[in-house]
Structure formats: C-alpha cells, structure tokens
C-alpha cells in the first residue's frame, strides 16, 4: 500500500509517498480501505514533533479517515492514534 511517511521532523519537505506492507490487524481490529483522510493542525504539530507527546519515527501522520471495511461494508469515519495518510488502516470497528 502507498502511505506518506516521515523519517525525520521538519515542515511539509519532510512528507514523503512509500511503499509499505498492510497493515496486520490485532485481535479485535478490522482492516479498512482508506478513501478519505482528515487533514488538520494536529498533523503539523506531529510532524514537527511539536505535538502533546513526543513522536517515534518512522511516522505515518492522520488521525481521521473515511473509508470501508477489506471485504465489504458499510463506510465508516474512525479516529486512529495515527497512520491515517495511507491506502489501508487497522482500527477496532466500534
């Protein structure tokens, strides 16, 4: 799946489209295709690590996404820790 990801802070420049494997779902978690993903301030301050808590790298930034479960569903909106600017999320669906 295509996913932007940084591997050092800084501003926009540091944003980059990878190629990455799935995501694995942990127990409990589904695998959704990603058709919209929230953009917002937050983001800016993760990829500066300027945020509330300090950030790891590698970093996939997003909070928010749009998108269907792997397989069929109805579309949902989901709120993610972070890794929503990628092709493919896992999220418990609740």
Do not use: C, K, W
């Amino acid at each position: 799946m295509r996913a932007v990801q940084i591997t050092e802070f800084g501003g926009p420049e540091v944003l980059n489209v990878v190629d990455l494997p799935d995501p694995v779902p942990a127990d409990g978690e589904q695998l959704y295709e990603v058709s919209s993903a929230g953009v917002n301030f937050a983001d800016t301050h993760q990829t500066e690590n300027s945020y509330l808590a300090p950030q790891e790298l590698p970093l996939i930034p997003g909070a928010e996404f749009v998108g269907t479960p792997v397989g069929g569903g109805p579309r949902v909106v989901g709120l993610l820790a972070g890794g929503g600017y990628a092709e493919r999320v896992a999220v418990h669906p609740r």
